[in-house]
């Protein structure tokens, strides 16, 4: 496994420190975040949904602090069959230090001998396919959960290189993982745009509220002309006049996506979405992109932006928009709004109740300002799809460097500009 480096046991050089067992009743609305089992994914850390703990028990438990740079670890989960909580994922903190506590069976790796092992270069080696595969397979446990021990962790042979090529592997490997982070972090941004616009024009009806006010809309005048001047009681509330109220079901067809296993699914560049995001590719597509998915069994209501053509299984709905409203964009953040989650079927699975949707009432602008939104927010997905094209293909290159630069198979030495090349290049995602 370490080619031309030699192994050492990880024990030897670092050790394995278990999360806090906090109690139910410590657990709050708001305080200080506690990191779970379920946020520690692959290579990074999941902190949307997180949970609480007050003040007082966090300085209690002041130990169990994540530091920046620190390797994570789930010790207990599932096996591979349930991909989302797999035992032994291992993930890298990037948050500020002391901001974030660590629950039970979250294991946290510490280096004993900084001068033979460098903490991310760890990481790396961690990360493997080969690796975490291993980790698996020394689990113990039921048929519904999985366990690891800090020793069987600690009993791991790693690859040793000299401390400063594992530095300069390091730089090489965090370069690329630096720039896909920072294109995530773009892209949130961007994102936060676009849906800071489709809030203002269409929630708050800010243009036009400053209009009846005798307010600067702060729009170009051609694209305040384009707004109502005054405000009227509906059903829904005040709401700009002239605009109209009208069923989901007279804007979109909720369409069934097709049964497609894994293991029918042929190597392609077509993404395959079920109801949690993206789950393979294929090489043909089911719907023409850009567009739109709706979970309707497993995670049912939840509404995912898709910028390519797409395959659609048999747990979504995709949405085809009619003639009323022909603005994707404009339908994306409005499905979002409407809560969709709440419309469940009345069966023992829950799902999507698609007649329910179709009942709900959608305020719809003119087909003026509907371009109008279009020309302001196209470009900022157009950014978001690049940015995220460009992460995969530096992915793919991380992953078939990371085992060849730490089995010593590639040395740092012969990578010359390639790296360089990587980070300001462009193109198509990887089939």
Excluded at 395 to 404: I, K, T
């Amino acid at each position: 496994m370490a080619g031309s480096y030699t192994c050492e046991q990880l024990g030897k050089l670092a050790s394995v420190q278990g999360g806090y067992a906090f109690k139910s009743d410590d657990f709050t609305d708001s305080g200080v975040p506690v990191l779970k089992i379920k946020n520690v994914r692959h290579r990074e850390i999941d902190a949307w949904e997180v949970e609480y703990v007050s003040k007082e028990v966090a300085r209690a438990n002041c130990r169990y602090f994540c530091k920046t740079g620190d390797i994570l670890i789930s010790m207990t989960g599932s096996w591979p069959q349930a991909p989302s909580s797999v035992v032994g994922r291992v993930a890298r903190f990037v948050g500020p230090s002391d901001t974030y506590l660590i629950n039970q069976r979250v294991g946290r790796i510490v280096i004993k001998e900084p001068r033979k092992l460098n903490l991310r270069f760890l990481f790396y080696v961690l990360t493997q396919s080969e690796i975490q595969w291993h980790l698996v397979s020394i689990a113990t446990g039921s048929a519904n959960q999985a366990n690891i021990s800090g020793s069987q962790i600690e009993s791991l042979d790693i690859p040793l290189p000299p401390l400063p090529e594992q530095r300069a592997i390091t730089h090489i490997l965090g370069t690329l993982d630096d720039k896909i982070e920072l294109n995530r972090r773009t892209n949130e941004t961007l994102e936060t745009m676009a849906r800071a616009i489709f809030k203002s024009w269409f929630v708050n009806f800010d243009p036009v509220r400053a209009k009846a006010e005798g307010r600067d809309p702060d729009l170009p005048k051609p694209l305040a002309d384009l707004f109502p001047d005054s405000l009227e009681e509906s059903e829904l509330g005040r709401i700009p006049a002239t605009w109209r109220i009208v069923k989901l079901g007279d804007l979109i067809d909720l369409v069934y996506g097709k049964a497609l296993k894994e293991e029918n699914r042929q190597p392609g560049s077509v993404a395959v979405y079920g109801s949690n995001g993206q789950v393979g590719w294929h090489n043909a597509r089911l719907a023409g992109g850009p567009g739109i998915i709706v979970g309707r069994k497993g995670n049912p209501g939840v509404v995912t932006w898709i910028p390519t053509d797409f395959f659609a299984i048999d747990t979504t709905f995709y949405v085809v928009p009619k003639a009323e409203c022909s603005s994707l964009y404009f339908l994306f953040y409005a499905l979002r709004g409407h809560g969709l989650g709440s419309l469940g079927a009345d069966s023992a699975v829950p799902g999507l109740n698609r007649s329910m949707v179709y009942r709900s009432k959608q305020l719809v602008p003119s087909t003026a300002v509907l371009h109008a939104f279009d020309h302001r927010v196209r470009p900022l997905f157009d950014r978001i799809h690049a940015g995220g094209q460009q992460s995969l293909l530096l992915a793919e290159l991380r992953d078939a460097l990371l085992p060849r630069l730490i089995s010593g198979k590639l040395r740092v030495h012969e990578m010359g500009t390639r790296l360089k090349e990587a980070c300001t290049m462009k193109g198509k995602a990887p089939g």
